[in-house]
């Protein structure tokens, strides 16, 4: 059982808008930054969103992040077939002294 | 560009060891934190361990504490992970990455550790 809790499958329509929450507790959302990645089956993760928000270059804009609280949301507008892959929520927690990650939730473009 | 290789997995038994290699290029690397996170076979993702950019300071998971140790070799721009007194749940892909102030910027394409009898 992950950290942080993901739902492990969102889906939506090819050009519409998805969100994907991330959800902890005060000693690791509540207190650092949140990163997200994104996985395609037999690839490495990468970084989409760092620092709760920001896009590192070459991400498009209709990638974003936020956070209040203990949780976190990954958003997806504009939804294309190419960003069907796995999603992660990342975050350092206190109490444990260590980087904790979701379980990870499968996003499916109907 | 920041290129991550991995290299060194493979088939070992249980109670045996393996040195994983993480070749670095594109970056300063002794200026860089960097890590080792893990991926069971269609499972999520496990952070392992963490090594600051002068290697003077690292940081295990309580799952491998006592058994795995991270390096680096700045003059060679390599980061390696030792692996010890493996056991059948620590099988996964295992990945190397840069780390950012906050996040893991930069992951290499991962070298599978598989322990079985």
């Known amino acids: 059982q992950s950290v942080l809790t993901q739902p492990p499958s969102v889906s939506a329509a090819p050009g519409q808008k998805v969100t994907i929450s991330c959800s902890g507790r005060s000693s690791n959302i509540g207190e650092n930054y949140v990163s997200w990645y994104q996985q395609f089956p037999g690839t490495a993760p990468k970084l989409l969103i760092y620092?709760?928000?920001k896009r590192p270059s070459g991400i498009p804009d209709r990638i974003s992040g936020s956070k209040s609280g203990t949780s976190a949301t990954l958003a997806i507008t504009g939804l294309q077939t190419g960003d069907e892959a796995e999603y992660y929520c990342a975050t350092f927690d206190n109490s444990l002294s260590g980087w904790v990650f979701g379980g990870g939730t499968k996003l499916t473009v109907l | 560009d920041v290129q991550l290789l991995e290299s060194g997995g493979g088939l070992v038994q249980p109670g045996g060891s393996l040195r994983l290699s993480c070749a670095a290029s594109?970056?300063?690397?002794?200026?860089?934190?960097m890590g080792w996170v893990r991926q069971t076979p269609g499972k999520g993702l496990e952070w392992v361990s963490t090594i600051t950019g002068s290697g003077g300071d690292t940081y295990y998971a309580d799952s491998v504490q006592g058994r795995f140790t991270i390096s680096r070799d700045n003059s060679k721009n390599t980061l390696y992970l030792q692996l010890t007194s493996l056991r059948a749940q620590d099988t996964a892909v295992y990945f190397c990455?840069?780390?950012?102030?906050?996040?893991?910027?930069?992951w290499g394409q991962g070298t599978l550790v598989t322990v079985s009898s």
């Open positions: 620092d709760n928000h």
């Open positions: 594109g970056f300063t690397f002794s200026y860089e934190a």
């Open positions: 990455a840069q780390l950012g102030t906050d996040f893991f910027a930069k």
